[in-house]
T-cell receptor, first 113, second 110 residues
């Protein structure tokens, strides 16, 4: 049974560009949450999607947006990239947001140059 | 707002030593508490959890007890192995999202 799958694994972008990261949740999960993990820091909550809608949002600017598809997969979009957006982006899936069922993917390492 | 504070790392131990990683939290209500582990190049794996005061979570020899009176959830292991070398994150659960500490790197040498 596949767990959470994220793509791509690594990405290099130039400041000002836009990027899209993708996440396929674990089979049976319907909720996707995105976290940003800067180097040497703990993950920070960006937002959560359930039933194709953003259910919760952390303290991130509108440059960060997302989408959830009918098959529960999700995308994270970041516009107007800044150097400070360089981080590991983690996707976690769960059933209706239940915390003890969270499963994390291995992440996408984004480098902005 | 809610927050988690972990002891600074790295923690360096010899194999078979006793491990303690301190974690304290600030929260409204009664959050669930978690320890996650991150191995190099990988995502986060749930190590253990506790959902209410005085609960003890345990897994793979690691333990942590939810202490409401001291708002703490310290991670312990009686005898560490080289394979335990990783970064450990304490987290609290709040309205379907996790709030993490900054992580503590553990290095175990033979």
């Amino acid at each position: 049974d596949a767990g959470v799958t994220q793509s791509p694994t690594h990405l290099i972008k130039t400041r000002g560009q836009q990027v899209t990261l993708r996440c396929s949740p674990k089979s049976g999960h319907d909720t996707v949450s995105w976290y940003q993990q800067a180097l040497g820091q703990g993950p920070q909550f960006i937002f959560q999607y359930y039933e194709e809608e953003e259910r919760q949002r952390g303290n991130f600017p509108d440059r960060f947006s997302g989408h959830q598809f009918p098959n529960y997969s999700s995308e994270l979009n970041v516009n107007a990239l800044l150097l400070g957006d360089s981080a590991l982006y983690l996707c976690a899936s769960s059933t209706d947001g239940q915390l003890d069922g969270y499963t994390f993917g291995s992440g996408t390492r984004l480098t902005v140059v | 707002g809610d927050s988690v504070t972990q002891m600074e790392g790295p923690v360096t131990l010899s194999e078979e030593a006793f491990l303690t990683i301190n974690c304290t939290y600030t929260a409204t209500g009664y959050p669930s508490l978690f320890w996650y582990v991150q191995y190099p190049g990988e995502g986060l794996q749930l190590l253990l959890k506790a959902t209410k005061a005085d609960d003890k979570g345990s897994n793979k020899g690691f333990e942590a007890t939810y202490r409401k009176e001291t708002t703490s959830f310290h991670l312990e292991k009686g005898s560490v192995q080289v394979s335990d070398s990783a970064v450990y994150f304490c987290a609290l659960g709040n309205t379907d999202k996790l709030i993490f500490g900054t992580g503590t790197r553990l290095q175990v040498f033979p």
